[in-house]
């Protein structure tokens, strides 16, 4: 079956220290997201990328950063200068050109500050 | 610029009545609207879209919502509630092609069902 696969699904992220949010879709979908949540916020847009080798800032961009080199990989990386890393990360994806279609999410990465 | 509001963060039912659950937009023109729903440490599922077509809407699981363009809202409703719809629901809204380019999709803030047995 189809789908995006997150991993890993809980994550522990020491002081200073950056580390990396994996997103996998074999729907062979062009466009990717990344999406923050926290309690009572909704999901703010971190980065997204249309095309490989592409991608642009979403609304909460600081401290994170994200590379596009396969169509079917988008991976976030949270950087020490991210100073309140702890939320639940997910990603989707959508057909390019698919505005009135539904983006396909992931099961999302639990980030958590040891 | 585009902002989804939904009314009470909160939602509490009995089992067997009316789900209610609200949400406003506001956009320059007629926007794409979806409802999605998340289960506890899962990923976002699509209910519904609303996309220009009909203004009543039917998704999966005995959902509905009405597109009232006049009211700038896209309520969700079902008529019976049952356990297995406790989850967190979130509206979320798109701006049309022609306004941009990728899709943008901006959510609201989330609505928590609890339905007592």
């Known amino acids: 079956d189809g789908g995006i696969t997150q991993s890993p699904k809980y994550l522990f992220r020491k002081e200073g220290q950056n580390v990396t949010l994996s997103c996998e879709q074999n729907?062979?979908?062009?466009?990717m997201y990344w999406y923050r949540q926290d309690p009572g916020q909704g999901l703010r847009l971190i980065y997204y990328?249309?095309?490989?080798?592409?991608?642009q800032k979403g609304d909460i961009a600081e401290g994170y950063s994200v590379s596009r080199e396969k169509k079917e990989s988008f991976p976030l990386t949270v950087t020490s200068a991210q100073k309140n890393p702890t939320a639940f990360y997910l990603c989707?994806?959508?057909?390019?050109?698919?505005?009135?279609?539904?983006?396909?999410f992931g099961d999302g990465t639990r980030l958590s500050i040891l | 610029a585009q902002s989804v509001t939904q009314l009470g963060s909160h939602v509490s039912v009995s089992e067997g009545a009316l789900v209610l659950l609200r949400c406003n937009y506001s956009?320059?023109?007629?926007?794409?609207l979806f409802w999605y729903v998340q289960y506890p440490n899962q990923g976002l599922q699509l209910l519904l879209k609303?996309?220009?077509?009909?203004?009543l809407v039917k998704g999966i699981n005995g959902f509905e919502a009405e597109f009232k363009k006049s009211e700038t809202s896209f309520h969700l409703t079902k008529p019976s509630a049952h356990m297995s719809d406790a989850a967190e629901y979130f509206c979320?809204?798109?701006?049309?092609?022609?306004?941009?380019?990728?899709?943008?999709?901006?959510f609201g803030q989330g609505t928590r069902l609890t339905i007592n047995p």
């Open positions: 989707a994806s959508i057909i390019r050109g698919g505005s009135n279609q539904p983006q396909h």
């Open positions: 729907l062979n979908h062009d466009a």
């Open positions: 990328s249309q095309i490989v080798n592409d991608f």
């Open positions: 956009s320059s023109v007629p926007p794409y």
């Open positions: 609303y996309t220009s077509a009909a203004t």
């Open positions: 979320a809204v798109s701006d049309p092609p022609q306004v941009q380019g990728a899709q943008k999709l901006v």
